[in-house]
T-cell receptor, first 118, second 107 residues
C-alpha cells in the first residue's frame, strides 16, 4: 500500500515568505508526527496529532510555526516569515496509534521536504 | 545537557563483527525507539521498547529502565547495515532524539 507522502519534496523560499508543507499519512493511521532535521544535526520533534485530540504545541520552535490536521488525515505545517535557520528537512511520520505495542505504535516516515530559505 | 546521549558517535566495523550502540537518557519515558536512517535519508523504525529485550533478525535491542540505558546490537554485521542509528525517548507528548551513531561496515 501507499506509504507516507510529503509535498513538495524540495522548497526554496526567500526569507520572510510563508511556506506550507503537506503530509499525507498512511490511510487509517490515527497518529501523525512532524519532525525536522537541520543539516548535520539530529532529529528534532515538532508536534504530533492523535486522532481528533488537540495537539501539544510546546515542541514548535517559535510562534511562526503552526500545524493543523484536517479530518484526521492530511496535515499541513505552516512556517510564517521564514528565517534562514528554518532551513532543514521536515519529516512527517504516521502510526496506527500513538501508544500500545510496536505493531500499533511503529512510525512510518515520509521522504521529507527539504526547505531552503535564502 | 541533552536528554538523550548516544555513543559512539561514529563506528567502523569489519563485516561479520558484533556491534553495540549505546543510548542513555535522563527523562522518564513511556517508550524508547531505535531508528535507522540510510544514506539517502529515509528513516525506518527498528524497535520500540518499554522494557526488556526485543530481537528482529540480526538486530537486538535491550533496555534497562532503572539505569535509563538502552543498547542496540547488530550480530554478524554486513555492509548493508551501514547507516545512522538514532535513539529516541518518548515521554508524554515529547520525543527527544540522540544525535545518532554513524555506522560503516567494511566488506
Amino acid at each position: 500500500g501507499a506509504g507516507v507522502s510529503q509535498s513538495p519534496s524540495n522548497k526554496v523560499t526567500e526569507k520572510g515568505k510563508d511556506v506550507e508543507l503537506r503530509c499525507d499519512p498512511i490511510s487509517g493511521h490515527t497518529a501523525l508526527y512532524w519532525y525536522r532535521q537541520s543539516l548535520g544535526q539530529g532529529l528534532e520533534f515538532l508536534i504530533y496529532f492523535q486522532g481528533n485530540s488537540a495537539p501539544d504545541k510546546s515542541g514548535l520552535p517559535s510562534d511562526r510555526f503552526s500545524a493543523e490536521r484536517t479530518g484526521g488525515s492530511v496535515s499541513t505545517l505552516t512556517i510564517q516569515r521564514t528565517q534562514q535557520e528554518d532551513s532543514a528537512v521536515y519529516l512527517c511520520a504516521s502510526s496506527l496509534m500513538a501508544s500500545g505495542t510496536h505493531n500499533t505504535y511503529e512510525q512510518y516516515f515520509g521522504p521529507g521536504t527539504r526547505l531552503t530559505v535564502t | 545537557k541533552n536528554e538523550v546521549e548516544q555513543s559512539p558517535q561514529n563506528l567502523t566495523a569489519q563485516e561479520g563483527e558484533f556491534i553495540t550502540i549505546n543510548c542513555s537518557y535522563s527523562v522518564g519515558i513511556s517508550a524508547l525507539h531505535w531508528l535507522q536512517q540510510h544514506p539517502g535519508g529515509g528513516i525506518v523504525s527498528l524497535f520500540m521498547l518499554s522494557s526488556g529485550k526485543k530481537k528482529h533478525g540480526r538486530l537486538i535491542a535491550t533496555i534497562n529502565i532503572q539505569e535509563k540505558h538502552s543498547s542496540l546490537h547488530i550480530t554478524a554485521s554486513h555492509p548493508r547495515d551501514s547507516a545512522v542509528y538514532i535513539c529516541a525517548a518518548h515521554t508524554g507528548n515529547q520525543f527527544y532524539f540522540g544525535t545518532g551513531t554513524s555506522l560503516t561496515v567494511i566488506p
